[in-house]
């Protein structure tokens, strides 16, 4: 847990300066400087670049995380080398691929937004390099997490980019840029982004590429294919389920309710932060631990990360939640954006039952049994496709949070089903049935505790509130050891 802890703490550390950042950015700055349609257009480019990521990555910072430590370990001294080297070369076979088809497809897919995204339309053929630049960077951060060097990895993604975006918009609200000049800039920096962190890795003399190819044999190539084809159908159900909802909002609703949706699911999807900083870590060392067979120090990980991040979770949607008011009243234009309200209350409840299910998804994935999880969720797909086009027409953004709250749900049900069929192991202890104790206490003391006048006041009273009554509340249940030791009180033995 050393390491895991350490560089897991640094990580959640990054990625809350980078959420304070993001805070600035997305819940002021480009509200005041930009309409909701332009902060749609760029959500929507990412999110179009990303549903695309699996047909160009095809497996492989799956097939690098699983597969790596073999190659560290053979006797070959280019193994290792030539494995990265074949890790950076499959990507580019898909993005011919992709390239190819959207060439031949262009036409038929632009004509689905023509009419409530025609800014989508003018812009599509700069998916193509975001694709290319998310790809990249994803090759590159499987590279740092199985060298367990995620720091800069999570620094460059959450706190770089996301300060290149407040420059970006800053050129552009001052007329430094036009709009071409901010879409294209706005693509450009998520390829600067990667070329810092590749030169970051050869800086730190890690980044080293082989030749000898001939250590793949039959045997193994056929080995690291299935499994590359099971994590591509995988990794491409998961991604479509999680961009799905911003695509077809952006379809059935436009550009404009895609900003207003893209904002309030960055509120709601704050919480997960912690989820994110972790597994960079965590993943490869689970891997490790399956082929050793040591279930007893994975199942002590899995409910102590659950604990943990329910806990955290909890507090955070609780802090969110209780506040989500004065939060709109201090945004700028906030009435406009205070429709996507119950939008952050759905993706928020999503995101937390998602941490209370641990780190199941790397215990399926790095187990012989990962191809179960496929037929899940490809069935998922479907679900989603269903609840969007349903729950849109009748509910708005709120329908399409909906929606994905119910994938997400369904999804994680049945990894923890998987899992205890399999292992015979669980998340779930007694501490997270305190945590939501804590929580309905939280909640009762918030609903009879007077609103402020002042919006600002109220939520910095409130904040303090509830922080103080979580902190205490995990004081005297004693919830979880690993934050409190985090904290310098004297607890209970």
Same mark, same amino acid.
Request: glycine share 8%; proline share 5%; aromatic share 14%.
């Given at each position: ?8 703490i640094?990580?959640t550390i990054?990625?809350?300066l ?6 600035f ?9 930009l309409?909701?349609?332009e902060?749609?257009l760029l ?19 799956a097939?690098f995380?699983?597969?790596? &430590? ?26 011919v691929s ?5 060439c031949?497809?262009r ?5 689905q937004f023509?009419?409530?995204? &025609?800014?989508f ?7 193509i ?6 790809v ?13 060097r ?6 460059i993604?959450?706190v770089?980019?996301?300060?290149g975006t407040i ?8 007329h430094?840029?036009n ?6 800039a706005y693509i450009?920096?998520?390829?600067l982004s990667v ?6 890795f ?17 045997t193994n190539t056929?080995?690291?294919a299935?499994?590359?084809v099971?994590i591509?159908?995988?990794t ?8 799905i909802d911003?695509m077809m909002?952006?379809?059935y609703?436009?550009l404009?309710?895609n900003?207003?949706y893209?904002?309030?699911?960055f509120i709601?999807?704050?919480i ?5 900083a ?7 060392m ?7 067979g040591?279930?007893?120090w994975i199942e002590?990980l899995?409910?102590?990360i ?14 969110i939640?209780?506040?989500?008011d004065?939060?709109?009243q ?10 996507g309200?119950?939008?952050v ?7 937390l ?6 780190i199941n998804?790397?215990?399926i994935?790095?187990s012989?049994y990962?191809h179960?999880?496929l037929?899940v ?5 479907g679900?989603?496709?269903?609840t969007n086009?349903?729950?849109i ?9 909906l929606?994905t709250?119910?994938s997400?749900w ?5 990894k923890?089903?998987i ?18 104790v804590?929580?309905?206490?939280v909640?009762?003391?918030d ?23 979580l902190l205490?509340?995990t004081?005297?249940?004693?919830i ?11 607890r209970r033995?």
């Open positions: 847990m050393g390491v895991i802890k350490k560089q897991g640094l990580n990054i990625a809350y980078g959420v304070l950042i993001a805070m950015s997305i819940l002021w700055l480009q509200p005041k400087l309409t909701p349609a902060i749609g959500g929507v480019l990412v999110d179009a670049g990303s549903l695309f990521m699996p047909f160009v990555l095809m497996g492989v910072t097939i995380l699983r597969f790596y &430590p073999t190659y560290k370990q053979h006797p070959h001294p280019q193994a290792a080398p030539t494995f990265v080297s074949l890790m950076f070369l499959l990507p580019l076979v898909g993005l992709v390239f190819g088809f959207l031949l497809f036409d038929k897919m632009v004509a023509a009419e409530k995204s &025609p800014d339309v003018h812009y599509f053929g700069g998916v390099y975001m694709c290319a630049f998310l990249y960077y994803s090759v590159l951060e499987a590279f740092g997490r199985v060298k367990q995620t720091v800069a990895t999570v620094f993604k959450d770089g980019v996301r300060l420059v970006l918009v800053l050129l552009y609200a001052y430094y840029l709009k071409d000049g901010l879409v294209f450009a920096l998520f390829g070329l810092i962190l590749a030169l970051y050869r800086q730190q003399d890690m980044l080293h590429f082989g030749k000898a190819f001939a250590i793949f044999n039959r056929q080995q690291i299935r499994f590359g099971f591509f159908l995988g491409m159900s998961s991604m479509i389920v999680g961009k911003s909002v952006a379809k609703l436009g404009e309710e900003g207003v893209r904002i309030a699911f709601g999807v704050v997960e932060m912690p989820r994110r972790l597994s960079q870590i965590a993943g490869p689970v891997a490790e631990k399956i082929s050793l040591d279930w007893q002590n899995y409910q102590r659950a604990t943990n991040q329910t806990l955290v979770g909890a507090g955070i949607l609780l802090l939640w209780c506040n989500i004065s939060l709109f201090l945004m700028p234009n906030g009435s406009v954006y205070s429709s309200k119950y939008v209350l759905f993706i928020g409840l999503s995101k039952f998602d941490m209370m299910t641990s998804e790397d215990i994935a790095y012989p990962y179960y999880a037929g969720m490809l069935g998922l797909i679900l989603t496709f269903l086009y349903y729950l027409p009748l509910y708005g953004i709120t329908g399409s949070a929606a709250a119910l997400v369904v999804y994680n049900v049945a923890y089903a899992i205890w069929w399999k292992f015979k192991i669980q998340p779930f202890t007694p501490a997270i049935l305190k945590v939501g804590l929580a309905m206490l909640l009762l003391v609903a009879y505790f007077p609103t402020l006048s002042s919006p600002f006041a109220d939520l910095c009273v409130r904040s303090m509130l509830i922080s103080v009554l205490v509340g004081w005297i249940g004693n979880s050891p690993d934050i409190l030791a985090l904290i310098p009180l004297k033995s």
